[in-house]
């Protein structure tokens, strides 16, 4: 086993003991993705409920494979005019075997195997789904957690100045207005970031909820973004995507419904041939001979009811699981190329401006502090700076999570990590 299951299994055993002693509430818990990941695959409820349905598909094929039992029929005669009631010599024991003619029992095998097949896809489908939302979640709460950074900062540098314009107003040095206008700042700042640990909350929910972790857990997501700096797309980039499509879950879950349909089809046609039931007999004592051995053969004459009603309902299914599967193709590959284009477009941009600009603002913020507390830049000039460095720093933040998320978008119309941009 190699050392980084190891580790994630001794993770998940931590994670698990630590929630029962209930000590997770003022821990946070540094997670990365792949950490995340491995957390999830093993406790998620909904994947686990999920798998279920394979099970039963499986059970479905073991029974669709069963021949029907054969039936033993024993008679006994208990009256007779001669001897009245009791246990009279004549007996009567039948045995029959129903035989299924034109294949049935192997169209009906192979129509459970491919629903077999559907619910192994399906489960893929769901995997997908979550594994998305988990990595959404992810990437959300990290950002969330650095845009509460940056509010942070300013709430600490106002703090600090309207400490020092409480003393100089107890002095007469500054004007009432002028502190005022410093505490509205902060309380503005103040309600701005309430707002955001809000939604970090409604974040944490829902990764908890996936991991299967204590609601007190706190996720403090660890998230290697590298990669995003120095990625970008090749000239044929997209027209590997469009062959990587093929593979989907919701087309591969597309094509096997056709073959269920298909399937189900011939099966119905298969029904319309009546089944043969043969069996043998042995009759002691009976009215004219006083013994006796016969055999039995039984089948329906299929004059009114042909299963025509079934195969007209199979017959249009499998037209419009046809028509269906060209549709979810012709879907797919517009849901690709609008994901591609705005993935495409926003990594452009993210790559387009200096991704020095937040470093530059903070740096400068000192001696913007500095400068306003020796009172050589207005108020308002302070103040101006602030709130462009806060919307800097934030706009920055958003342009390099969107474009982050418009990749995993790709990802996720995949069903694959095609593209490996976090870590």
């Known amino acids: 086993m190699k050392k980084t299951s190891i580790s994630y299994i001794l993770l998940i055993i931590l994670f698990v003991v630590a929630s029962k002693q209930n000590f997770l509430y003022s821990q946070p818990l540094n997670l990365t993705i792949s950490q995340a990941e491995a957390i999830f695959l093993q406790n998620n409820l909904q994947l686990i409920a999920e798998r279920y349905n394979i099970n039963i ?28 009631f009791g246990f009279g010599k004549q007996n009567l024991i039948q045995l029959e075997q129903l035989l299924e003619l034109a294949g049935k029992r192997k169209k009906r095998t192979n129509f459970e195997k491919i629903n077999l097949e559907i619910a192994q896809q399906q489960f893929q489908d769901v995997l997908r789904e979550l594994k998305n939302g988990l990595k959404e979640n992810f990437i959300t709460t990290f950002y969330l957690q650095k845009s509460i950074l940056v509010y942070d900062k300013g709430i600490n ?43 970090l909350i409604d974040a944490r929910k ?11 857990t706190i996720i403090n997501p660890i998230l290697d973004i590298e990669a995003i700096h120095t990625f ?9 995507l469009v062959k990587e499509l093929d593979n989907a879950p919701q087309m591969q879950i597309a094509k096997k419904e056709i073959q269920a349909a298909e399937a189900n089809f011939n099966l119905q046609k298969a029904m319309r041939i009546p089944d043969l039931t043969i069996g043998a007999s ?3 004592e009976g009215y004219f001979r006083p013994e006796s ?29 046809k028509i269906l599967f060209q549709y979810q193709e012709k879907e797919m590959l517009n849901e690709l190329y609008a994901t591609f284009s705005k993935a495409n477009e926003a990594l452009k941009f993210y790559q387009s401006y200096d991704k020095d600009l937040e470093n530059d603002f903070e740096m400068l913020m000192d001696g913007i502090t500095l400068n306003f507390e020796r009172r050589t830049i207005s108020m308002l000039e302070f103040i101006d700076y602030y709130e462009t460095y806060k919307e800097v720093s934030l706009q920055l933040q958003t342009i390099e999570k969107e474009t982050i998320l418009s990749i995993e978008a790709i990802n996720f119309l995949l069903g694959k990590n095609y593209f490996r941009i976090i870590n």
Do not use: C, M, W
């Open 57 to 84: 598909a499986e059970a479905n094929v073991i029974q669709a494979r069963l021949f029907e039992n054969p039936e033993l029929t024993i008679e006994h005669n208990i009256y007779t005019i001669e001897e009245g």
């Open 293 to 321: 051995v016969g055999i039995l053969f039984n089948i329906p004459i299929p004059i009114f009811n042909r299963n025509q009603g079934e195969i007209g309902v199979a017959a249009a299914e499998y037209e419009q699981s």
């Open 157 to 199: 540098y106002l703090q600090k100045l309207i400490d020092v314009y409480e003393k100089q107003y107890e002095k007469g040095n500054v004007s009432l207005i002028e502190k005022a206008r410093l505490k509205a700042l902060l309380f503005g700042l103040q309600t701005e970031k309430f707002e955001i640990e809000v939604e």
């Open 282 to 284: 042995y009759e002691r």
């Open 232 to 240: 970008g797309f090749e000239a044929d980039t997209y027209n590997l």
């Open 206 to 216: 829902e990764l908890n909820l996936l991991l299967n972790l204590s609601e007190q």
